[in-house]
């Protein structure tokens, strides 16, 4: 499995690099994967949007901020596409929490390209993106999370339990409750991960 995320990595991309590709295939009205269907390519030009208000609009505590500039050195890789909605809000807040971090180096390469990852890391035997993935300096394993906050998750279960599946109501529903979080319910949880496995740097 090292040998596997290394080479993701190396083939790997940075959140700016990931930013201009998506501007990009939206100018050339596509999106990344495999499905080019009219919907996903609605889906990417939506999302661009999304990741630029995301980005002005998340901030920091200097105590979170404390936290992520404290750990042992580690790469962030994640897993997603363009046209997921969840992949739009959370990777600007991987990436302010990387940016105030030197110990921490964001990645991103798409599901698509790297179904062996993929699959590596399933959610409950599904290919569920956002996947991060998180490694030291030697490609060991230090913790995985994904797709979803637990807040968000949970959002997604109460749904299911009462309607039976998502719909489009539910869809918009979450984006509206992801613009009013804010990436707070993100970042709780990876602190939360942060203080059980990671090894401060002394």
Same mark, same amino acid.
């Given at each position: ?10 083939? =790997?991309?940075?959140? !700016? ?20 269907? !009219?919907?996903?390519?609605? %889906? ?29 050195? !580690?790469?962030?890789?994640? @897993? ?6 969840? =992949?739009?809000?959370? @990777? ?22 790297? @179904?062996?990852?993929?699959?590596? %890391? @399933? ?23 994904? =797709? ?14 009462? %309607? ?5 109501? %539910? ?26 496995? =990671?090894?401060?740097? !002394?």
């Amino acid at each position: 499995m090292n040998q596997l995320i290394k080479t993701s990595i190396d083939n =790997a991309i940075s959140y !700016q690099e990931y930013s201009n590709l998506i501007e990009k295939i939206v100018s050339e009205k596509r999106t990344t994967g495999n499905e080019q269907t !009219q919907e996903r390519i609605e %889906f990417t030009k939506l999302n661009a949007s999304r990741m630029r208000r995301v980005n002005k609009a998340i901030t920091l505590t200097n105590e979170t901020v404390n936290i992520f500039k404290n750990v042992r050195k !580690q790469t962030w890789l994640v @897993l997603c596409e363009s046209w997921c909605g969840d =992949a739009a809000h959370t @990777l600007p807040v991987l990436n302010k929490i990387a940016e105030n971090s030197n110990n921490i180096d964001l990645k991103i390469v798409l599901r698509d390209d790297n @179904l062996d990852l993929m699959n590596t %890391f @399933l959610t409950n035997g599904s290919q569920a993106i956002p996947k991060l993935i998180m490694v030291d300096e030697s490609y060991c394993l230090i913790n995985v999370w994904g =797709a979803r906050s637990k807040a968000a998750t949970q959002l997604v279960a109460d749904y299911k339990k009462e %309607f039976g599946s998502i719909d489009a109501k %539910f869809k918009k529903d979450l984006q509206i409750w992801y613009n009013n979080d804010k990436g707070i319910s993100i970042v709780s949880d990876l602190e939360n991960l942060i203080k059980k496995s =990671a090894i401060p740097t !002394q």
